[in-house]
């Protein structure tokens, strides 16, 4: 049976309960041990899919097609392996277990309750995600606050998992704040305390603290956390602020973070080979001469977890190449106000990410023709590849009122137009999701990238290119190089005669990792790098 490491945090959120979990997969797996990680979500939402990306960052796909929360697309970066819909909990699908339970009789006339019949779900999930993947290992990020009345059903469940698989086998890391007060000069360990009392409340003691932090802990607050939070000094850790995420994992190995779990858990493994990790921070710190800024136009860019894994794929693109990466956040609606022109023109190159809704849409629009008519390196995902098809069809084929269905209703010209099985359906989990393949035309763009003529790649859209267009638009010049092997979804799009030029209807970025970039994000890179090379040097 699999061992449990649970992530907990205290304090505030946002602490990075997500890149802990990730990291520590990371070093267990390093250490030649089968790993995988679930996040349980305390929101009554069945699944993140119909929440705003102001409130909830990005959505993040599945191979299987889950929309989960974001963390689990940290997880597959940071421990390589692709998860699925059991990776991820929310309080909406257990209650809904529950009841569907209920409703068939299957608890016999018992009055159902939180305990024992929601932490039996919960507790059910846990175990049953460990069993799946064959895990020797299986990490647990609670997410959430301790003390938040939507916790209390997990952190009681974990609790209880203590006495159900034995307390050898199960380790609590708890992850919280340090504040530093500038008025005084001191860090502060007492949200830290109080956190911890919080949970020993409820039942539950850390067996480690990893602490959030700007700056280095003193040994003064290490041990005054060691002492009122009654944990040894050496399982008191800290996580600073770092600018490359990739650096956390580093870090807590070099405090001992995975011998800790490990001692914990009666279990032994070889030392990690972290090289590759290492190189990789040492890239990202490297000061170039070369810098490549990439324009990301989206219209949620005040909250750029929205771009969460559009962000990390283009990290990813640069890495081996000598020239760092600018990633420049433009609004679409600036581009709407002031002009591609004015707002792009010294970018290298441009993507153009997914989204939902007509707001911005022009500002899209423009951004691509200066693209196509500049020269520009252009990636499109998903929306944004509508829209280089909306704007093709404006200006090169003839059509001036071509728009999306999704936002018109009177154009003569729908080429993005909904595809018939979403008719009339309800909006949550009902898109067309998760992995599908795709066929490569030849002696194309996407099959010089991919060099492959079968691929597979995730999906989350409800509109697709208007086949009854694709001829007039395939003669003026926009080329399909890739569809669904039935020919009958158009899955890319390129043009011919241009540096890079190319979108798809597909979200590439889910399944970009660190050590292999995606084939469209290092094209993107490469692409944009070239064009900042030719440009005239000051």
């Not at 994992?249 to 080979?273: F, H, T, W, Y």
């Amino acid at each position: 049976m699999s061992r449990f490491v649970f992530i907990t945090g205290g304090v505030l959120s946002s602490l990075g309960k997500g890149i802990t979990a990730s990291s520590l997969g990371m070093l267990l797996k390093a250490r030649g041990l089968n790993v995988t990680i679930m996040k349980c979500d305390p929101y009554l939402n069945v699944d993140p899919g119909t929440m705003s990306p102001y409130q909830h960052g990005e959505v993040f796909v599945t191979e299987d097609g889950a929309e989960t929360d974001l963390d689990l697309g940290h997880y597959e970066r940071f421990i390589d392996t692709n998860l699925t819909r059991y990776n991820s909990v929310t309080t909406g699908q257990i209650y809904s277990t529950v009841i569907a339970k209920e409703r068939r009789g299957d608890y016999l006339g018992a009055t159902v309750q939180v305990i024992p019949h929601i932490t039996n779900c919960i507790k059910e999930s846990i175990v049953r995600v460990g069993n799946i993947n064959d895990a020797e290992v299986t990490i647990v990020e609670v997410g959430g606050t301790v003390g938040d009345i939507e916790s209390l059903p997990y952190l009681e469940a974990i609790r209880q998992m203590r006495g159900d698989v034995g307390r050898d086998n199960v380790c609590y890391i708890h992850v919280t704040y340090i504040p530093f007060s500038r008025t005084i000069g001191e860090m502060k360990s007492k949200p830290t305390q109080h956190s911890v009392k919080e949970m020993r409340a409820i039942g539950l003691a850390p067996d480690l603290i990893v602490c959030r932090t700007s700056r280095s802990l003193t040994r003064e607050v290490r041990d005054k956390i060691s002492l009122f939070c009654d944990i040894d000094p050496e399982c008191v850790l800290e996580a600073r602020d770092v600018e490359c995420i990739y650096e956390i994992p580093i870090e807590l190995e070099r405090q001992g973070l995975a011998e800790s779990v490990l001692k914990r858990l009666n279990m032994q493994a070889p030392a990690p080979d972290l090289e590759y990790q290492k190189q990789i921070v040492k890239n990202f710190r490297t000061n170039h001469t070369d810098k490549v800024r990439i324009g990301v136009i989206g219209k949620y860019i005040k909250v750029q977890d929205a771009y969460l894994s559009i962000m990390e794929s283009l990290n990813h693109s640069s890495i081996g190449h000598n020239a760092n990466l600018e990633i420049v956040w433009v609004a679409s609606e600036q581009i709407e106000r002031e002009g591609a022109e004015a707002v792009i023109k010294d970018l290298d190159g441009v993507l153009v990410p997914g989204g939902f809704g007509d707001r911005g849409i022009e500002g899209k629009i423009m951004a691509i023709k200066y693209c196509r008519e500049n020269q520009m390196p252009f990636l499109g995902i998903c929306l944004g590849m509508q829209c280089a098809v909306i704007e093709f069809a404006r200006n090169q084929a003839e059509m001036p009122d071509a728009h999306s269905g999704e936002f018109s209703t009177t154009t003569g010209h729908p080429v993005i137009s909904l595809m018939p099985d979403q008719s009339g359906v309800v909006k949550g989990g009902t898109m067309r999701l998760g992995a599908y393949p795709c066929r490569i035309t030849e002696d194309t763009l996407a099959a010089r990238l991919y060099n492959s003529s079968l691929i597979y790649e995730r999906h989350r859209h409800r509109f697709e290119v208007n086949n009854e267009f694709r001829a007039r638009l395939a003669r003026k010049g926009l080329v399909i190089s890739g569809t669904s092997p039935d020919q009958q979804l158009v899955e890319i799009v390129e043009l011919p005669n241009h540096p890079f030029f190319i979108g798809c209807q597909f979200h590439p970025e889910f399944k970009s990792r660190i050590n292999r970039p995606h084939p469209l994000f290092a094209g993107l890179f490469v692409a944009a790098h070239a064009r900042m090379k030719a440009k005239p040097q000051p």
